[in-house]
């Protein structure tokens, strides 16, 4: 969320959790600064629904919260006037200017930019960019507090960047333990489900790289590497691997072991709210909080996870699970799989990485003329990986040696060594290395593009 609804976003959790949400509704748009449809846009934004403002707001905004519909449109834009912001010489805003994918335009009638829809892949790269606080993204805490509230089951499923990002003090069961005080009934790290795909995507390569010359792009796990090859490099998709994300995954197994699971990701990324709602994998992922919300809301609950005794859970994530977190992990990852399940086929793994969306496009030019010089591509939209993502809390190199300590400090090294992912993978009837190359029990862990 943009800077500037930081303290707004507080009063709204604060009131929803004492009972009050009402009485501060009606203050909140009483003490508007513009217009009350103007505040109560926002306010809805901070609440993760999209609804208009008429003189039934109090009630109409609760029911949407506790009948939250999934709204494809993450980021949205207020009403504002280039007259409060200040163009470069070559007529660009700040907004237009962080938009990698040309999905901000300016309408000279108006005298404002806007969103093209059609090009916006809900990377939330402008959100931030706006320093008047007018575009704004989707943020779905209310609604996760009333299913909360309600007694209802809610997983916390924190993506392997979250080391080191709330304090290099702070460890994994003391952040299981935050969680769970705000209301989760448990939390779980998707580098395990990373870990699944680990296994997947050397199954995938060993099925389509038989050769130096043979080309397998991974589709784990960056929605902004997705979005440039579903939108501009169509050409290549035959090379992209089927596999959903990790998120994806977590969010899927998570629900086939229990049907009545509320899934929430917890992740350093906007991108991941829009990946969440697309059409051929919604359902698996319900909401998704970045770490910078989340920071704000244990801010809200007055207290911080070093404070907490943890709460121990077994190792059930490898080395190269948790490494998914920064640029060069999935290579990595896959790699040692490779290099354990297919012995004879590593001479042909050739993997290069690719960093930030100029090295994305760069690679994929040159993989449309067949100059890649790589038989596994790996792409993160951003910087650094997930480590640099846009609502990180700490610097990318930080995060980085945070995630790289940790997984190197798990008990197990590679995915196909660990006994716990052999007994989920039992539960879902894949109990084999054949079985991965059966579509119907893989199903779990495919999407089509």
């Known amino acids: 969320m943009n800077s500037k609804h930081i303290d707004l976003f507080n009063t709204l959790i604060e009131a929803y959790y004492n009972g009050n949400f009402d009485e501060t509704l009606n203050k909140i748009i009483t003490c508007h600064e513009k217009s009350p449809q103007e505040t109560f846009a926002i306010i809805t934004s901070l609440c993760g629904v999209n609804i208009e403002f008429d003189n ?12 939250y519909n999934v709204n494809k449109k993450i980021v949205e834009k207020l009403e504002c006037s280039s007259a409060n912001c200040q163009a470069d010489k070559q007529s660009m805003y700040t907004c237009q200017k962080a938009c990698p994918f040309n999905a901000i335009k300016f309408d000279a009638k108006n005298n404002t930019t806007f969103i093209d829809n059609d090009a916006c892949i809900d990377c939330g790269l402008c959100v931030d960019s ?26 916390a499923a924190v993506a392997p960047a979250i080391m080191g990002q709330f304090g290099d003090d702070v460890t994994m069961d003391q952040l299981r333990a935050a969680f769970i005080k705000i ?4 939390m779980i790290e998707v580098a395990f489900a990373a870990d699944m795909l680990t296994v997947k995507e ?7 790289v038989k050769s130096p010359n043979d080309l397998m792009i991974t589709s784990c796990c960056c929605p902004m590497w997705v979005g440039m090859l579903k939108k501009v490099y169509k050409e290549l998709l035959p090379n992209l691997s ?3 994300s990790p998120m994806i995954a977590a969010g899927r197994v998570i629900k086939e072991i229990n049907k009545d699971a509320n899934v929430v ?6 991108a991941k709210k829009a990946e969440a709602k697309d059409k051929d994998i919604a359902g698996a992922i319900d909401f998704v909080l970045t770490f910078e919300e989340v920071n704000d809301i244990f801010k809200a609950f007055g207290f911080h996870p070093r404070d907490l005794e943890g709460i121990p859970t077994i190792e059930y994530t490898s080395k190269g699970g948790r490494l998914y977190a920064r640029t060069g992990g999935v290579s990595l990852a896959v790699k040692e799989a490779v290099e354990e399940l297919y012995p004879s086929n590593l001479k042909n793994f050739k993997a290069v990485q690719v960093e930030g969306v100029k090295q994305c496009k760069e690679i994929l030019n040159l993989a449309l003329k067949g100059e890649a010089n790589a038989s596994f591509i790996e792409g993160m939209g951003c ?3 997930c480590v640099g993502g846009p609502k990180i809390l700490v610097p990318p190199s930080q995060g980085k040696t945070a995630v790289d300590n940790f997984a190197y400090d798990s008990s197990i090294k590679v995915a196909v060594h660990s006994n716990v992912l052999d007994d989920i993978l039992e539960k879902l ?3 084999s290395l054949k079985d991965f190359e059966d579509p119907s029990k893989i199903s779990i862990l495919e999407r089509e593009f």
Do not use: Q, W
Not at 140 to 155: A, C, G, Q, R, S
Not at 265 to 270: A, D, K, N, S, T
């Open 429 to 431: 009837n894949i109990t």
């Open 130 to 155: 706006c320093k008047n606080g007018r575009i704004l993204d989707k943020v779905e805490f209310i609604p996760i507090m009333d299913l909360i509230k309600n007694n209802k089951t809610v997983i």
């Open 183 to 186: 209301g989760f009934t448990d």
């Open 202 to 208: 050397a199954v995938e390569f060993n099925k389509h």
């Open 265 to 270: 990701f917890i992740g350093p990324c906007i």
């Open 242 to 244: 089927p596999s959903v």
């Open 383 to 385: 910087i650094g990986g």
């Open 56 to 67: 039934n707001y109090v009630y109409n905004l609760k029911k949407a919260i506790t009948n």
